[in-house]
């Protein structure tokens, strides 16, 4: 049982180097007995140097074996350890399926990081802005709303201070609310003082690097005073290896996932994801319209003025309809200059209105760039309804794709 003022005690190092220092006192206390045994039996100076030298052998011998036994014992321990993360790290990698958000999966880690380490009750991850700043994205033990308050220079944290600017390592704060009252920066100090912060008395915080690239820290506390030793670090140490790779493998998924579902230049759904859509509306007879829109001047722009002020044409064609769909919408980005939007529980002539009295108005009179100052966005429509034109989706897509091209073919020939 450990008490509040021992913690775990010393650490390895110490204990080994008190045992040292014990078993010499007592072999040199042998050897006095010895010495005196000797000279008061008399026995022949030859015999006196082996027995010495037998005493000697034997006191190491049980020495070596003591010192092994405990190394083997921590080298035990440390393993049992290492394979209890690992399995905890596994299971985080399992459960990725049910995660949705960066911040649900620091809440699993952080959790998982205080169950695994001994002693730890309490614990944070802070991930480091563009600015250096760091922000509070996960707690055990603690408010997360007060301490997101919190925007805290790298300069005024633990790890920070502690490796003296160099964060490369995990380390141990035993004066934890020492090291508060010194790094506290003013504009912190007040929203501090809310939380209950001044329960810690030990703090590992440990660094987390993705590609070598500073990513945030992850600090573990503990109410008990010098509660954690080396041995900590090093498991804290491979605790955030670990977790770093499950932060990479799920930040893939979700770049694989996003790709699988958006246009990468203008972050709308891509065609796929949009088939997917229409299918399940259509499938649970949901009542929408669809307009298939064709951008009438895109081609002219790439060609006299070059691809990055067609995307520039593109994206303000993007913003302008976004601006007067709702969230239930569906806008999709079908290829090149065509495009997609399901205005959800509307019918014909209510899109017609929209597009008519609010985008076509909002168009005309917005610069789309500086260099396009006499060149504004015009665009083709067609329109048709689920389920008065069709109960098919795709009949409705072609459906809308002819009345477009129609409505564009008029466009062009009046402005030959």
């Given amino acids: 049982m450990i008490n509040n003022n021992g913690g775990r005690g010393m650490n390895d190092f110490v204990r080994k180097k008190w045992m040292l220092v014990i078993f010499l006192f007592i072999m040199i206390f042998m050897l006095e007995i010895m010495e005196v045994v000797v000279r008061t039996l008399n026995i022949p100076e030859m015999l ?7 005493l000697f052998c034997s006191i190491m011998g049980i020495l070596i074996v003591i010192i092994a036994k405990n190394t083997t014992n921590n080298l035990e321990q440390e393993l049992k350890e290492q394979v209890k993360i690992r399995s905890s790290i596994l299971n985080l990698a399992q459960d990725m399926t049910m995660i949705h958000s960066n911040t649900e999966l620091h809440d699993l880690i952080l959790k998982t990081a ?5 002693h730890a009750t309490m614990g944070s991850i802070m991930i480091l802005d563009c600015h250096n700043i760091l922000e509070f994205t996960s707690v055990v033990g603690f408010e997360l709303e007060q301490l997101q308050a919190i925007r805290l220079p790298i300069e005024e944290s633990y790890l920070y201070n502690k490796t003296k600017g160099k964060v490369n390592k995990a380390v141990i704060i035993n004066n934890a609310q020492v090291v508060n009252q010194e790094i506290s920066g003013s504009a912190n100090e007040e929203i501090i003082k809310t939380t209950n912060t001044d329960l810690i008395n030990t703090t590992i915080s440990s ?28 498991l804290m140490n491979f605790f955030a290896l670990e977790a770093i790779k499950v932060i990479k493998l799920y930040d893939t998924i979700e770049e694989n996932n996003r790709l699988s579902k958006f246009d990468p230049l203008t972050n709308l759904y891509n065609r796929r994801y949009l088939h997917h859509r229409l299918e399940k509306l259509t499938k649970e007879s949901m009542i929408f319209s669809l307009v298939s829109i064709d951008i009438n001047n895109l081609k002219e722009v790439n060609d006299e003025f070059g691809h990055d002020l067609g995307d520039a044409l593109l994206l303000a064609f993007v913003t302008g309809i976004s601006s007067v769909i709702t969230k239930k919408d569906l806008f999709s980005r079908y290829g090149g200059d065509e495009f997609i939007v399901v205005f959800y529980e509307k019918t014909e002539a209510e899109v017609i209105d929209i597009i008519e009295e609010t985008v076509i108005p909002t168009f005309n009179n917005k610069i789309i760039h500086e260099k396009l100052k006499d060149i504004r966005v015009s665009f083709s429509y067609g329109i048709t309804s689920y389920p008065e034109d069709s109960q098919n989706y795709e009949k409705l897509m072609i459906k809308a794709d002819q009345l477009m091209y129609a409505n564009k073919r008029a466009f062009h020939m009046k402005n030959i």
Avoid: C, Q, R, T
């Avoid at 006196?48 to 037998?54: G, Q, R």
């Avoid at 205080?114 to 001994?118: A, I, N, Q, T």
């Avoid at 992850?218 to 080396?230: G, L, T």
């Fill in 48 to 54: 006196s140097v082996i027995s010495l030298s037998l």
């Fill in 207 to 234: 660094p987390l690097y993705i590609d070598n690239k500073l990513y945030g820290m992850m600090n573990i506390d503990s109410e008990v005073v010098n509660a954690f030793s080396e041995s900590d670090v090093d």
């Fill in 114 to 118: 205080v169950e695994v380490l001994p």
